[in-house]
Every structure is written in C-alpha cells, then in structure tokens.
C-alpha cells in the first residue's frame, strides 16, 4: 500500500510539472527606413591659368565635384554660372495668332545659354563637357518667343539647369565626378583676372 501510494503520488506530482511547463509564443517586428541622401563638394575647381592672347586663345582645363549618396542612381545639374548670356540661335520662325478675333504676329526661336567669366574690361566665353574628348556639351536646347518689333522676350539664361548626367552609387565612398572646360579668349581680350561661379545639383 504504501509503495503503490507512493508511486501514484510521484505521478500525480509529474502530471502537474508538465501542466507548468506549458508555454505561449508571439512575435516582435523590428522595423527600419533608409532614407535617400546627398552631400556635394569641390574637389577641384576649374583653373585655366595665364594665358597669352598673342600665342594662343583656347585653353583646357578640368575641374572636379565630390558626391556621396546612399545606395541608388540620382542626377547630377549644373547651371549656366553668374555671367551667362544667350548664345547660338536657330529655327526662327514667324507665328499668327489670334485669341478672341484679334491677330497678332510673334516669333519663336531656339537658343542655346553660353557661359562666360566675367572681368574688368569684358567676358570670355567657356563651354563645359562630360567627356575627356570635348565632344559632349553641357548644354540643352531651349525656345523661347518674343512678340512684335519692341523685343520683348521670355528669353532667360539666368536660372536653368542642364543635365551633367546620372551618378550610380553601388557601395559607400565618395564619387568624383570629373568636370572638363575649355574657353575662348581672343587677341581683343584685355588683360586681367576673369572667374566665374557655377552651382552643381545632385537630385535625390
């Protein structure tokens, strides 16, 4: 009796730790967002140096802007700098309209913005590129319109942009985008400093 007893008290004990051991799980989410993000610096701006009109007017130079961005591809502008002008025009053509009954005459054409740096005695036009070869301008079409004889035009190289192209960041670092120039003095040029300031965007 009292070693049957005993036995059923030690497994009535084990069917109540087993009872105790019973467990319940849920789940815990861990969360996170990458956000995009730029900075852009001079790396090396684009000095010409001296130059001697008598022997020569066109002269190279190559400059460079640091990037660093998360991980993906963004879009690297350049505007028209602080002493732009308009350039080669094309397509000028007459246009009639007439709004209400009332015709008016106007004409359209296209132009490109030309950079210069500015000095005391005038400018020098430069041209900037995206290749070491000179072939590939840093420049975009544009139109514009101007209405009767008085000149008035919509015509502006003061604010836009042009596309310098995409940069692809695939790993961490500092991306130097090369930025290649040439100008265009001429022996009419007077003597003394010229510069210029040109403001890179990186979209993202």
């Given at each position: ?50 130059v001697n009109t008598l022997n020569e007017t066109s002269k190279t ?54 950079r210069s740096m500015s000095g005391p005695k005038g400018k020098i ?42 940069v692809l960041f695939t790993q961490k670092g500092v991306i130097s ?28």
């Open positions: 009796m009292k070693i049957f007893a005993s036995l059923v008290a030690f497994t009535s004990l084990f069917v109540v730790f087993h009872a105790d051991a019973a467990t319940g799980s849920s789940t815990l989410t861990n969360s996170s967002t990458v956000v995009s993000a730029c900075s852009i610096s001079v790396n090396e701006a684009i000095q010409f140096g001296a130079a190559q400059g460079a802007v640091g990037i660093n961005c998360t991980k993906g591809s963004y879009a690297l502008s350049v505007n028209y700098g602080l002493s732009s002008s308009i350039g080669n025009t094309s397509n000028l053509k007459s246009q009639t309209s007439c709004p209400n009954g009332s015709c008016f005459t106007y004409n359209t054409y296209d132009y490109y913005c030309a036009p430069y041209t900037l590129y995206t290749n070491s070869a000179l072939t590939t301008e840093a420049n975009q079409k544009r139109s514009t319109e101007y209405y009767g004889t008085n000149g008035d035009t919509t015509t502006s190289c003061s604010t836009p942009t042009t596309s310098f192209g995409t985008v090369p930025v290649y120039a040439r100008m265009n003095a001429t022996k009419a040029t007077a003597a003394g400093s010229y510069m210029d300031t040109l403001t890179f965007t990186v979209s993202f």
